[in-house]
């Protein structure tokens, strides 16, 4: 299929493959998002595959919906047999319209259907990490895929800095806040996933309560969100916390982390990503994990979030330190940070340079 007319102009349709995991939201709807707001977008569809993880947590984030509301034209909730119909449907119409068409899928995707549509002159397949994840001092060349772009891999330099950290996405990001917390000054807690042999239950809940135990013993009764990661069991948070919540101080959200961050005054997690917005946004944060032996067993460095630009302490009495001496303010800096990373905003350029739009 070939149109001999000429374009007149660069806009495309994208049709967004959703990812199984959540995490690879926040990679997808930032690249969307960008293509949006600098006029290259006709129409933007989303898929999630029936069965989808990322589906069913992010219909949890009220704030993630709004999101989606506003950069997708459509979303679909269905089989791959019927997303592929209808991405034919729309190629069809690019076709017609001497548009472009963006098929945005995972790392790692296949499958003869995209495999022959990425044959078409006016498709081009574009695969997008499932995870957002930084590299520093990497010089190796991009891989390739054998029938469509790699827009980035988490083990190689990119051209296209880190879609979580462009000013477009957060700027519609703080477009919607969170009633519940809105102007409220609040620390806080992001509370990590546990897994048996790495950082067990009884683990998190040594951690949970060495930082509230330090609030409660030096008479420091700020507002504290206990933010939980998606993957925890919290049947169990309210009877940990309220030997600490006398005051009613404490409350446990489920919603947006980077609408948490727009109000919060202090971070304290575990390894996490969200290290890595706190650092993008300027939020003060620290970094609280002992290293244990069976940890570096799955981590050998430790952890990938280290010497970022994070104040990471070892000890309860470290942190306690650090907390009462405020020795985190001023210890986070967005531009080091984003100079150590090699941040850019670059994702038009680069799909412009690559002729994909």
Request: glycine content about 4%.
């Amino acid at each position: 299929m070939e149109n001999k007319h000429k374009r007149t102009n660069n806009k495309c349709i994208i049709l967004a493959t959703a990812p199984q995991r959540f995490g690879g939201l926040e990679v997808l709807f930032p690249i969307v998002n960008e293509i949006i707001s600098k006029g290259h977008c006709y129409k933007a569809l989303l898929f999630y595959p029936k069965g989808s993880l990322s589906h069913s947590q992010a219909i949890q984030d009220p704030i993630f919906c709004n999101l989606q509301k506003k950069i997708f034209n459509k979303t679909f909730f269905c089989q791959q047999s019927l997303s592929y119909a209808i991405s034919i449907l729309c190629i069809i119409t690019a076709y017609i319209k001497n548009l472009k068409v963006l098929w945005l899928a995972p790392e790692g995707s296949d499958g003869k259907i995209i495999r022959l549509l990425s044959k078409l002159k006016h498709v081009n397949i574009l695969f997008y990490p499932k995870v957002t994840n930084v590299t520093i001092n990497d010089k190796s060349p991009c891989d390739a895929s054998s029938f469509g772009h790699l827009l980035m891999l988490q083990k190689h330099p990119n051209a296209i800095g880190y879609p979580k950290f462009y000013s477009s996405w957060q700027k519609i990001v703080s477009s919607f806040n969170d009633d519940r917390i809105a102007n409220k000054k609040h620390i806080t807690i992001f509370l990590p996933s546990t897994v048996e042999g790495i950082f067990s239950h009884n683990e998190l809940e040594t951690w949970i309560k060495d930082i509230l135990f330090i609030f409660d013993r030096n008479a420091y009764i700020p507002t504290i969100i206990l933010k939980p990661h998606p993957m925890l069991d919290v049947k169990d948070l309210n009877k940990l916390i309220n030997p600490f919540n006398s005051s009613n101080n404490i409350t446990i959200e489920f919603g947006n982390a980077l609408t948490a961050l727009n109000t919060t005054t202090l971070a304290i997690t575990h390894h996490s990503s969200v290290i890595l917005d706190c650092l993008a946004m300027n939020v003060p944060v620290i970094f609280y994990q002992k290293f244990t032996e069976h940890w570096q067993k799955r981590h050998p460095s430790k952890s990938h979030f280290l010497n970022l630009g994070a104040l990471h302490v070892e000890s309860k009495n470290e942190l306690e330190e650090t907390i009462i001496n405020k020795a985190y303010l001023n210890y986070s800096n967005k531009y080091k940070f984003f100079d150590k990373i090699q941040h850019k905003e670059g994702l038009i350029e680069h799909l412009i340079e690559k002729e994909i739009l």
